[in-house]
């Protein structure tokens, strides 16, 4: 996941590019990157696990909120 300067630092790290479907589409086109030293965190992986999901409730654990 890249949302803003993080974004501009995954773009640098794509090498080669190609389009593999939908090129009609422009920027909608599904395409393959060729990357070097991609600096992100997958947020979803391939059986569907979320990061926004697992992360927070990892860290709840180890540091609960006192309830007052």
Known sequence: MAVGGAAYLVSKAIRKTRVVAFEDLGMEAIREFQVENMPV???VDSTG???HQTGPAEW???FPVAVA
Do not use: Y
């Open 41 to 43: 965190t997958v947020a």
């Open 60 to 62: 709840r654990d180890k």
């Open 49 to 51: 696990s979320s990061v």
